[in-house]
């Protein structure tokens, strides 16, 4: 079985507010935010290939230069340049796998946390089960509003059922011609979607959750960073049981 990653890299990077040229150079730790990423895909298991997608021919010579300075690579390494959305950067770097490849996790390299065994349980739901997402609940109480804009006053809220309610997270993973298909149906009816999951919604593809209990923070905010050096050096460790991940 032929168990291949693509991992984002081409985002802009724009609500960094220009704290830093491009946060997945930025350290965390004494290593660059793209480094973990490709230890996480690293250390799991049967991952053949990755793909990374990436920006800018300057930005490709960064993360090339990430990966040349790995100890152990254990993956072929292809390259696909991002586009203008990431549901276009993501379509890309499916082009760049062949029908060989049985199942496919799509990660966002600015989630530093990722652990390879949340790597290896996706991958066994998705071949199980066609799709798996790495999800964790949600504990704040959600307010819906009839408006996005950001001047709020006077508006009617709309209660959520919290017990209902999931984060989604990367990895994301699939068997590879169902979430081909299914981004190649969203290319051309030209909807609009935010995660993988939403792609093989569309097609009626219902979704196996396997639930996070670790962090697993995308760097978004200048703070974001801080935050996740603090899980770094301070890492939670939760006994989780064989049963549990399969029940999730």
Same mark, same amino acid.
């Given at each position: 079985?032929?168990?291949?990653?693509?991992?984002?890299?081409?985002?802009?990077?724009?609500?960094?507010?220009?704290?830093?040229?491009?946060?997945?150079?930025?350290?965390?730790?004494?290593?660059?935010?793209?480094?973990?990423?490709?230890?996480?895909?690293?250390?799991?298991?049967?991952?053949?290939?990755?793909?990374?997608?990436?920006?800018?021919?300057?930005?490709?010579?960064?993360?090339?230069?990430?990966?040349?300075?790995?100890?152990?690579?254990?993956?072929?390494?292809?390259?696909?340049?991002?586009?203008?959305?990431?549901? %276009?950067?993501?379509?890309?770097?499916?082009?760049?796998?062949?029908?060989?490849?049985?199942?496919?996790?799509?990660?966002?390299?600015?989630?530093?946390?990722?652990?390879?065994?949340?790597?290896?349980?996706?991958?066994?739901?998705?071949?199980? %089960?066609?799709?798996?997402?790495?999800?964790?609940?949600?504990? %704040?109480?959600?307010?819906?509003?009839?408006?996005?804009?950001?001047?709020?006053?006077?508006?009617?809220?709309?209660?959520?059922?919290?017990?209902?309610?999931?984060?989604?997270?990367?990895?994301?993973?699939?068997?590879?011609?169902?979430?081909?298909?299914?981004?190649?149906?969203?290319?051309?009816?030209?909807?609009?979607?935010?995660?993988?999951?939403?792609?093989?919604?569309?097609?009626?593809?219902?979704?196996?959750?396997?639930?996070?209990?670790?962090?697993?923070?995308?760097?978004?905010?200048?703070?974001?960073?801080?935050?996740?050096?603090?899980?770094?050096?301070?890492?939670?460790?939760?006994?989780?049981?064989?049963?549990?991940?399969?029940?999730?």
């Amino acid at each position: 079985m032929e168990q291949a990653a693509i991992l984002l890299a081409a985002g802009s990077g724009s609500r960094m507010r220009g704290f830093v040229e491009d946060k997945l150079f930025a350290e965390i730790a004494g290593k660059p935010i793209f480094q973990y990423s490709l230890e996480a895909f690293a250390n799991a298991k049967d991952v053949s290939k990755i793909v990374v997608v990436y920006r800018d021919d300057e930005q490709k010579v960064g993360l090339s230069s990430i990966l040349s300075n790995m100890d152990e690579v254990p993956y072929t390494v292809l390259w696909a340049r991002g586009g203008n959305e990431r549901q %276009d950067s993501v379509f890309n770097g499916l082009e760049a796998l062949t029908l060989s490849t049985d199942a496919v996790c799509i990660h966002d390299c600015a989630r530093p946390l990722i652990r390879p065994e949340f790597i290896d349980e996706l991958f066994k739901a998705a071949t199980k %089960d066609k799709a798996a997402v790495l999800a964790h609940r949600v504990t %704040d109480t959600i307010k819906q509003t009839p408006s996005r804009s950001r001047g709020r006053r006077r508006v009617p809220l709309k209660d959520l059922q919290r017990n209902r309610l999931w984060a989604m997270e990367t990895p994301q993973a699939f068997r590879y011609e169902l979430i081909f298909e299914a981004y190649r149906e969203v290319r051309l009816s030209g909807e609009v979607i935010t995660d993988d999951t939403a792609a093989v919604a569309l097609k009626g593809t219902r979704v196996t959750i396997i639930e996070n209990p670790y962090p697993n923070i995308k760097v978004t905010l200048p703070q974001d960073i801080r935050l996740i050096e603090y899980f770094i050096e301070n890492p939670v460790e939760i006994e989780i049981s064989e049963e549990e991940l399969s029940n999730t």
